[in-house]
């Protein structure tokens, strides 16, 4: 009797372990099917072949193009932050998502959203974005076809459907782009509880009739909070390698006057400031060829800087001209735009028929954190900042567009020629002025 009953248990104990196995192996082939991987970081391996400014560590593209600041509006509660790593897990939700649905609205106006629900989310650009490269290449959204609207915010409503419908907004707000999306509206919703101790109160800025309705207005922090200067030792770029990037082996050295030197090859001349450390490239056999699809340039440009490690510090996707074809990728410290009267903070690059037209930078890095002996003088309320601007008879107040604390990047002259040359950082707010970013001081623009 007792045998038969160990033998009973073992059977049991064997139909036990096997259900354990089916179980694991449906679950392993669950997880097998449903991966998705992140096509944003396999399209930007650098070549080791190629010559390099730097260290060459790749850049995925999403790391460079995207939102400086995000704002989550519940009625009139509204709060934002620019911590790159809210920013960065809010947009991550979004990536290789199933687009069902694709309505393109437009205006003579400007576009009324009337689905859209008083819970939303924010994500501002601070220039126009081609929506069929940033929904392609940088989010990889399964869609059936991309559309061709240049946006400078995007907006995700999470609460009118289990599932997220995102909205892109043309910089005159007269176009918009409607998203119905596979991306589950509860959990978009528990990465924004989770980013709630990183935010703190925001206010909509009205500048001219465009800004009048909630989902245009311009947005930027209340108070200026724990705004520090920083300063770091200065590394600076050799000239000699950036000529081997651009230059290639051919390179002839043509002059050296007044700390300006000028170098070329069969093509193209490259012209270092040794004063105001910037380096400026022309290609003259492409100047008739500037790429004029603004989409092709940023991917172009994009890749090129990866390659040859040019992304020196933490850069992102600022400006886009479309007439000229410039690109403009802005240094960023501490999650804020970083801003300089020489461009010694920017890469200005425009793409050609087939290579590179344009290409200028600043030559200087930031090495080594050192401590500022200066405090930063207190920074007014972006109440105060409106306030300011609006009472200033030389400015027109309908061109301002954007509003944002950056830093103002500075060579303190007394240590130029030393040794271990430093930078300084120091906090500003900044007022995007008939689509030229510009420092504000005491009421003015600089």
């Known amino acids: 009797m007792s045998l038969v009953i160990g033998m009973r248990n073992r059977e049991v104990i064997k139909s036990v372990i096997l259900i354990i196995l089916v179980l694991v192996s449906v679950f392993m082939t669950y997880r097998v099917w449903t991966f998705t ?21 790749s850049k995925p593209i999403d790391s460079v193009i995207m939102p400086f600041r995000m704002i989550n509006r519940n009625g009139t509660d509204v709060k934002g932050t ?25 205006s003579e106006s400007v576009v009324e959203l009337e689905d859209l629900s ?42 009118s459907t289990n599932e997220a419908v995102v909205y892109l907004l043309s910089e005159d707000k007269r176009k918009d782009v409607k998203l119905q999306t596979s991306m589950k509206s509860h959990k978009f919703d528990q990465i924004n509880k989770a980013a709630a101790s990183d935010l703190k109160p925001y206010t909509g800025i009205i500048t001219n009739e465009t800004t009048t309705n909630e989902i245009n207005q311009i947005y ?41 030197s000028s170098y070329n090859n069969n093509t193209g001349i490259s012209t270092v400031n040794e004063e105001k450390q910037t380096y400026r490239y022309t290609n003259l056999s492409e100047d008739e060829n500037r790429q004029k699809d603004i989409s092709k340039s940023i991917t172009n440009t994009f890749k090129f800087i990866n390659e040859h490690a040019g992304y020196t510090d933490e850069f992102r996707l600022f400006s886009t001209d479309q007439k000229s074809g410039k690109i403009d990728y802005q240094m ?11 461009k010694l903070s920017s890469i200005e690059a425009v793409w050609g028929r087939d290579t590179i037209n344009e290409y200028n930078r600043g030559l200087i890095t930031t090495g080594v954190a050192v401590p500022s002996k200066k405090e930063a003088d207190e920074l007014p309320s972006s109440e105060e900042v409106r306030y300011g601007l609006a009472s200033n008879a030389q400015i027109d107040f309908n061109k301002v567009t954007n509003i944002a604390i950056g830093y103002d990047l500075s060579i303190p002259n007394n240590e130029i020629d030393n040794l271990q040359d430093t930078i300084e950082f120091t906090p500003k707010w900044y007022i995007k002025y008939d689509g030229e970013w510009k420092r504000y001081e005491n009421g003015g623009l600089t």
Do not use: C, H, W
């Open 37 to 57: 991987p992140e096509l944003t970081d396999l399209e930007t391996d650098v070549n080791t072949d190629t010559p390099s400014i730097g260290p060459k560590i």
């Open 82 to 106: 620019s911590n790159v790593k809210d920013i960065k897990r809010i947009t991550d939700q979004m990536l290789s998502k199933e687009v069902k649905k694709v309505d393109i609205l437009s």
């Open 118 to 159: 008083e819970r939303y989310t924010i994500l501002d650009f601070p220039d126009s974005v081609p929506s069929e490269m940033y929904l392609n290449q940088v989010l990889g959204m399964n869609m059936s076809y991309y559309p061709k609207v240049n946006f400078d915010r995007i907006l995700v409503d999470t609460k």
């Open 220 to 260: 930027a922090p209340e108070t200026a909070d724990n705004m520090n200067i920083y300063r770091y030792v200065s590394n600076k770029i050799s000239v000699a390698d950036l000529n081997d990037v651009i230059l290639g082996e051919s390179v002839i050295a043509r002059s050296n006057e007044d700390n300006i």
């Open 332 to 342: 960023f410290l501490n999650n804020y735009p970083v801003f300089n009267d020489d």
